[in-house]
């Protein structure tokens, strides 16, 4: 079985976002980018799969300029096999991100699909429940733990009110969240094996896809600052000011 | 134009979340009709219908639906979509799950988890964890949205029905089964419901240590909820972490105890109405945005705090 595992670069989830000054975004140049953390996750979780004996191939498919073949490497570093870099300089969104990766299904025929379940830029959540819906195969989102059995895969998701278990027939789109594991360190030697990994570099026009945006941002501000408040000095005088002051208990 | 809003319940009871969100159709021109499914609800069927607002209620009586998959749920709602020019729900983990593939079997882009409405075509959102909020404007003819429930107040419950609608569930695919579901029981408030949350951190130490907590959160009728640090910790469940990866509160009070305030819990948490903050660290990035900052050993003042209440 092959699993296939979209990976997204994104501004670091440690650096400080900040808002460009004539609000048409937020500022990415020297910035320092890496892969999704949730991309992480689910690229861990198919190499533990392929450790398990359950899979054989792992495909890491990120869409996106030049720079995204370093998260291809990041992801065969890790452990994948073999990568697939959808070359294009658009602002490219969910829909159009599943559309590309529904036609790669169509060429890989993967058994699983694992992908982040957000990508901490856009918050969207969207591209693996599309995915799924394009190709008519069974999600199973925000996962904790995933097991295969035979043509079958069982997935514990977290839900609101704690977690929820499904059986999805393969192959099936699966969403991670993050306690499904803890990703790994590339060790430097996998670094350096990973270089000769090979990575096909393809463009959206290969599949046929208009990637087109159909969502223009019209602005991006800054939310609203919070001011800092005063320090009480113990319980007493918290417990005071919340119940005279705030009056909130 | 016609909003289809599609509406949760949960043992008779409609879901706060949904409440709030479907208080964001009132911003939308024409009829909103609400979609409610499971067997055997005739009492959140009769409330769904009182809500303010709603012209038509369409009710889906089918055993599959006791419990939502999405690939029954997206079916049935395209079954209908081409009544309907909106498609709106919670940004719940129901929400998130179902309307993005909806969105795609309509060749549609989803905006998520939307907080203002600003026109028939635009909307707002906030993206990079509630760092930056985005104005965006699509050109699909149809739109779907989820909602963040808490840029909404709950809609009111009425005194009078609107029609109700019942309709077959047809053409279900048969790709997925549900199995089972484990429930965090609990006698205190959800999380995204409750009016106070008293929430804990790495600085915790350990899971038991959240006893303290919980003895707190007794007193006030408060649920508890944790950073992120605390659920990769292993002290608690996931479904207590609040934050940008978790749960997105605001309450009327928030307590964050032995919480540093990273990013991503402030993005859960910073739209609460009044923040308290209690840390050893008075560096700590917590008390930038908290109302009344305690610089205290957590383990000496939360029994005080209890015995206070």
Request: aromatic content about 4%; charged content about 25%.
């Amino acid at each position: 079985m092959k699993i296939l595992v979209p990976v997204k670069r994104v501004i670091d989830p440690y650096v400080n976002i900040r808002v460009k000054s004539d609000q048409s975004g937020v500022e990415t140049e020297n910035v320092k980018m890496s892969m999704n953390p949730f991309c992480e996750i689910a690229v861990e979780e198919a190499i533990r799969l392929k450790e398990a004996g359950k899979a054989e191939e792992i495909i890491a498919v990120s869409i996106g300029n030049q720079s995204c073949q370093e998260t291809i490497r990041t992801a065969l570093a890790m452990g994948a096999d073999r990568g697939i870099h959808v070359l294009t300089e658009e602002k490219i969104e969910p829909i159009s991100i599943a559309k590309i990766l529904s036609k790669i299904c169509e060429q890989e025929s993967p058994g699983l699909v694992i992908s982040g379940k957000q990508a901490i830029d856009g918050d969207n959540n969207q591209t693996g429940q599309m995915l799924a819906a394009l190709t008519d195969m069974p999600q199973g989102t925000f996962a904790s733990k995933i097991e295969i059995d035979s043509d079958k895969v069982k997935v514990t998701r977290e839900i609101d009110g704690g977690l929820q278990t499904v059986s999805l027939n393969m192959p099936a789109i699966i969403t991670t969240d993050l306690r499904l594991n803890e990703p790994r360190y590339a060790s430097l030697p996998n670094i350096m094996k990973a270089k000769k990994k090979p990575i096909d570099q393809k463009s959206p026009e290969d599949y046929g896809i208009d990637v087109t945006p159909r969502v223009n941002i019209l602005k991006v501000i800054e939310p609203p600052k919070r001011e800092a408040g005063i320090k009480v000095e113990n319980i007493s005088e918290l417990v005071e000011k919340l119940k005279n002051e705030a009056g909130v208990i | 134009m016609t909003t289809l809003f599609f509406i949760e319940h949960a043992n008779g009871q409609l879901s706060d979340q949904s409440l709030k969100a479907i208080t964001a159709t009132s911003q939308i021109d024409g009829d909103v009709h609400g979609l409610i499914v499971g067997s055997n609800i005739d009492s959140a069927v009769a409330e769904a219908s009182k809500i303010e607002g709603l012209t038509k209620l369409i009710h889906v009586d089918d055993d599959n639906f006791n419990n939502i998959m999405a690939e029954n749920l997206t079916q049935l709602i395209l079954n209908i979509s081409e009544d309907y020019e909106y498609f709106l729900a919670a940004a719940t983990t129901t929400g998130k799950n179902v309307m993005p593939r909806l969105a795609a079997k309509l060749d549609v882009s989803q905006i998520s988890e939307i907080i203002a409405i600003e026109g028939p075509d635009t909307f707002i959102r906030t993206i990079y964890a509630g760092n930056a909020i985005a104005t965006v404007q699509t050109s699909d003819p149809k739109k779907v949205l989820t909602v963040r429930p808490t840029a909404f107040k709950a809609a009111a419950i009425g005194s009078s029905e609107c029609e109700i609608s019942k309709i077959d569930a047809e053409n279900m695919p048969s790709i997925s089964e549900f199995i089972g579901e484990e429930l965090t029981k609990s006698d205190r408030p959800e999380l995204t419901s409750a009016k106070t949350i008293i929430s804990g951190g790495r600085g915790m130490q350990n899971g038991e240590n959240f006893e303290l907590l919980d003895k707190v959160a007794e007193k006030l009728g408060a649920a508890v909820g944790a950073s992120r640090a605390a659920v990769d910790a292993g002290f608690v469940p996931n479904d207590y972490q609040v934050g940008q990866t978790g749960k997105v509160v605001a309450p009327e009070l928030y307590i964050a105890v032995g919480i540093s305030g990273a990013i991503q819990h402030l993005a859960g948490m910073k739209d609460s109405k009044v923040i308290v903050a209690i840390n050893k660290d008075e560096e700590a990035p917590i008390f930038d945005v908290a109302d009344y900052g305690l610089v205290a050993d957590l383990f000496q003042v939360l029994p005080e705090l209890e015995q206070a209440l």
